[in-house]
């Protein structure tokens, strides 16, 4: 059985975000350092951004991809809302919160800029005031680095992180006749959008199982669970629900990305490879008709000369 494709959209929204890669001794210490790196970065609803790995690249990875010193790595995101008026210092907080407590503090982690741009941190600076005056500046791998000595031996930094405009909620939604069904078809989905480059997922595994709507009855909250398609609510009138027949569970991928054809290509090819799960009844997504984004990832093919005159418009990054 072949799950029903909605023709449906998702809406993303611009953000601005940084792009830095991890390297290590071993994959292992890769794998700390990521998990560290980007821990509490679900949601910028309460989290300080939303953080997510990309891929593992350099041995052991996407081996097309050499690192500067030759040793395992990971290529990490972090985004932040353009919408948010003061975006651009709190994601140089977030940053740097993560690259000196998260990165320096993993042994044998060093750390690369991936984000050229005109619009960068100053972030080797302020991480090697770690140093305490022991800090300097060295030329390693053809790059202008700051040095800092570490009890493990040494932690080696880009001196600019550069930071460019992206965008947040790609988003998919995968209807199960129940929670197993839900979930597998959600773990192939971001199985398939780790292997499109450019693309992070933010929640644990990838996917979030609690899912939201835009606003609260309780004015402290800006979100709260979408109870039109809470299954447990589906006969409770309070609700509305607009669940399909048989859908005894909802999981949801949620993706940020450098631009509208890097969500897309990771959006359909998570389609493609869940479409044929047992038990998947649905695959749709969320949207708020534009008013949060103008970038709209539709899940059907569409028609190319209707793209180009009316709805180009609603997809600039």
Known sequence: MTAMVEDTYAEAFRSIYVEFLITARDRRWVEHAVHAATGNGCSTIMCDCEAGLDRYVGPGGDDSYTTPDGRPGAIIQLHMPRFRRDRVPALE????????????????????????SDTYFRMGRKVAYFGDGFQKRVERYGRRMWWIPTLGGEFVLDRRLGYAEGLMGGNLWFFGRDTDAALAAAELGVAAVRQSPGVITTFPGGIAGSGSKAGSRYKFSIASTYEKYCPLLRDDPRAESALPEGVGSVMEIIMNGHNLESLQQAMHAAIDASRETPGLLRISAGNYGGRLGKSFIYLLPRDPSALAVGESARSVT
């Open 93 to 116: 907080k977030a940053a740097l919160t993560r690259i000196s407590q998260n990165v320096l503090t993993c042994p044998t982690a060093s750390c690369f800029n991936l984000v050229e």
